[in-house]
Each structure stands twice: as structure tokens, then as C-alpha cells.
């Protein structure tokens, strides 16, 4: 069968041919690395269908016309096919490990007043962030005062504006924040309307911001600990085993990364890392 298959036409608004599939494939291809193969007909046409409507355009080809002269529209394009899933503590062996085996050596450092940088690459709607500060916090609400006065800092990165919007906002559907542990949703959440929005003292040490990971990154100090977890299955091997040794650069030496349960570490880059636990790896210094 043809890698990229078209759709069927019937009941169909728009017609969606095997090269409208190919052109769109290559284009978010180039921009974020996101593979997407014949197995993702359906989820581009449901997905950009909206977008043509947007736009008040009536085929494919006209829409890769607009998407190839106007950049806002062509990161609309991308921000509409990347797949956002995530959840409150999700991988929590992650955060058990950074509790247990991190933070203890952390604070004491942040007590002397030293420096500690967490990035979480590709943290999607902010679940992944906020649920390390709740880690680091329990349900204490005080320590988030002591923390703030500490040189403690947490980025938080996507390539989509739009997860990026929801995750500054910290509002959440309560069907959302019910993954949370109990104590920790009634010591950090508050109710507004149906939504359950989490306290300020939470989102403090937090700067979330747009980032391509595949393009230029401009911090120039390096992190303690990285999150970068679900987002490496979307990629093929080059893309994967070039990012990895990018992030093995930004972090200290013993630095941590916490990759997503799917993922492995390529063997071009295994040489930087060691495994420490589950997807769990330390940069070799
Ligand atoms: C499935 S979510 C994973 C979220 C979180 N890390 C987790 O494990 O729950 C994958 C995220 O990767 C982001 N992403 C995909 N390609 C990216 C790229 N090239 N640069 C930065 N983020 C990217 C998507 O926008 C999406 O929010």
C-alpha cells in the first residue's frame, strides 16, 4: 500500500488525496519533527478540516498554498496536529525517583544559596511542571513562600501556543485535576466555575514559554534536571539521537533525564548516559 493512502471520498467535506497527505507530512515534518504516516489520514483531515473552514478555503491544495506564504497560519497548522495528551502525575515513578533521590541534595543546596534549574521540554498544557511542584511541596502551602526566596527556577517548554496558553493559565477541567492525589487537590486547587484553578504560590517559580525543540535554544545555562517525556515517539532516530545529545550539553555533568515510558536512548548518543532507573538516566560526566 502507498505510505501515505488517501481517504476515501464519500461523505467527505473536502477531497484529501495521497499528496495533499505527503505535502502536509513534509511540511510539520520540517518545522517540528513530527512524523506522521499513512496511520494519521484521518487525524490530519479532522484535524486541519477545521482549519480550511477557518480560512474560508474549500481544498487541500489551497490551504498548503496559504500555510507556505503565511507563517502564523503555517504554526497554526502545527499547533492543530501535535498531540497533546498528558496528565496530572503522569510517569509518577518520575517524580517519586526526583522526591526520594533529587530533592534532598537539592535543598540543601537552595538552603546555602546555591542554584537549581529544572526544564520540562515539551510540557504540553503544564501537568507535568505543576505536578513536580506538588512533588517538591507536598501539600504544604507555606514551603512555596520559603521556595520562592530560594534560587529555585522550573521551564517549561512546547512548541504549541496553545498548550502553552492553557498551562500559564493553570485552570483545569475538574475531570483534570481528579488525577491529582486528594490532599494535594484541595491544598493547591481552587474551584472557579467548573474549572479548578491552581494557586499562584504553585505557578511562581514556573516560566513557561514557546520552544521549538528542534530549533535554536536560547538558554545558556544548563539544567540540573530535564523532563522530556512522550514527545521523542512522534520522532524518527536522526531527530531523536541529535536531540539527546543537545540535551546531554545542557545539563550539568550528573545532570538527570527523564525520558517518556516508549522511549529509549539511541545507542549514537548511549555513551553520554547512564541509566539510574526506570527511563530514568544521568549525563556521564
Ligand atoms: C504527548 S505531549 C507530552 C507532554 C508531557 N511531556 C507528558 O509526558 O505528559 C507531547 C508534546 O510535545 C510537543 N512537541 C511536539 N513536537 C515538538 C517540538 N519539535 N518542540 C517542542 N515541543 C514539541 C507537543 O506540542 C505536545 O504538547
Given at each position: 500500500m502507498n505510505a501515505f493512502a488517501a481517504l476515501p471520498?464519500?461523505?467527505?467535506e473536502f477531497a484529501f488525496s495521497a499528496a495533499d497527505h505527503r505535502a502536509i507530512a513534509d511540511l510539520i515534518y520540517a518545522e517540528s519533527g513530527i512524523l506522521l504516516p499513512d496511520t494519521k489520514a484521518k487525524l490530519i483531515y479532522g484535524r486541519l478540516a477545521r482549519r480550511l473552514r477557518a480560512c474560508g478555503l474549500s481544498t487541500f491544495p489551497d490551504y498548503l498554498a496559504l500555510v507556505a506564504s503565511d507563517a502564523g497560519e503555517r504554526a497554526r497548522a502545527v499547533d492543530a496536529l501535535t498531540t497533546n495528551h498528558t496528565a496530572f502525575f503522569r510517569e509518577n515513578h518520575h517524580f517519586e525517583h526526583f522526591r526520594e533521590s533529587l530533592w534532598p541534595g537539592f535543598a540543601e543546596r537552595l538552603a546555602s544559596g546555591g542554584r537549581v534549574r529544572v526544564w520540562s521540554a515539551?510540557?504540553?498544557?503544564?501537568e507535568e511542571p505543576y505536578s513536580l511542584m506538588m512533588t517538591i511541596?507536598?501539600?504544604?502551602?507555606r514551603a512555596a513562600d520559603k521556595l520562592a526566596r530560594q534560587d529555585f527556577r522550573v521551564l517549561a517548554t512546547d512548541l504549541s501556543p496553545s498548550v502553552i496558553a492553557t498551562a500559564r493559565a493553570g485552570r483545569y477541567p475538574l475531570d483534570t485535576t481528579r488525577a491529582m492525589p486528594a490532599a494535594m487537590r484541595s491544598a493547591w486547587c481552587r474551584r472557579v466555575g467548573e474549572m479548578d484553578e491552581l494557586s499562584p504560590a504553585l505557578r511562581e517559580p514556573i516560566a513557561f514559554r514557546e520552544l521549538n525543540l528542534l530549533r535554536k535554544w536560547p538558554m545558556r545555562r544548563p539544567f540540573d534536571v530535564i523532563f522530556c517525556r512522550?514527545?521523542?515517539?512522534?520522532?524518527?532516530e536522526p531527530t531523536k539521537a541529535q536531540l539527546l545529545a543537545r540535551f546531554a550539553d545542557q545539563l550539568v555533568d550528573g545532570g538527570i533525564l527523564y525520558i517518556g515510558h516508549a522511549e529509549r536512548i539511541p545507542?549514537?548518543?548511549?555513551?553520554?548516559f547512564h541509566c539510574i532507573g526506570r527511563t530514568a538516566f544521568q549525563k556521564v560526566s
Amino acid at each position: 500500500m502507498n505510505a501515505f493512502a488517501a481517504l476515501p471520498e464519500r461523505e467527505m467535506e473536502f477531497a484529501f488525496s495521497a499528496a495533499d497527505h505527503r505535502a502536509i507530512a513534509d511540511l510539520i515534518y520540517a518545522e517540528s519533527g513530527i512524523l506522521l504516516p499513512d496511520t494519521k489520514a484521518k487525524l490530519i483531515y479532522g484535524r486541519l478540516a477545521r482549519r480550511l473552514r477557518a480560512c474560508g478555503l474549500s481544498t487541500f491544495p489551497d490551504y498548503l498554498a496559504l500555510v507556505a506564504s503565511d507563517a502564523g497560519e503555517r504554526a497554526r497548522a502545527v499547533d492543530a496536529l501535535t498531540t497533546n495528551h498528558t496528565a496530572f502525575f503522569r510517569e509518577n515513578h518520575h517524580f517519586e525517583h526526583f522526591r526520594e533521590s533529587l530533592w534532598p541534595g537539592f535543598a540543601e543546596r537552595l538552603a546555602s544559596g546555591g542554584r537549581v534549574r529544572v526544564w520540562s521540554a515539551a510540557c504540553s498544557s503544564g501537568e507535568e511542571p505543576y505536578s513536580l511542584m506538588m512533588t517538591i511541596l507536598g501539600t504544604d502551602t507555606r514551603a512555596a513562600d520559603k521556595l520562592a526566596r530560594q534560587d529555585f527556577r522550573v521551564l517549561a517548554t512546547d512548541l504549541s501556543p496553545s498548550v502553552i496558553a492553557t498551562a500559564r493559565a493553570g485552570r483545569y477541567p475538574l475531570d483534570t485535576t481528579r488525577a491529582m492525589p486528594a490532599a494535594m487537590r484541595s491544598a493547591w486547587c481552587r474551584r472557579v466555575g467548573e474549572m479548578d484553578e491552581l494557586s499562584p504560590a504553585l505557578r511562581e517559580p514556573i516560566a513557561f514559554r514557546e520552544l521549538n525543540l528542534l530549533r535554536k535554544w536560547p538558554m545558556r545555562r544548563p539544567f540540573d534536571v530535564i523532563f522530556c517525556r512522550n514527545v521523542m515517539i512522534y520522532f524518527d532516530e536522526p531527530t531523536k539521537a541529535q536531540l539527546l545529545a543537545r540535551f546531554a550539553d545542557q545539563l550539568v555533568d550528573g545532570g538527570i533525564l527523564y525520558i517518556g515510558h516508549a522511549e529509549r536512548i539511541p545507542p549514537e548518543v548511549a555513551a553520554r548516559f547512564h541509566c539510574i532507573g526506570r527511563t530514568a538516566f544521568q549525563k556521564v560526566s
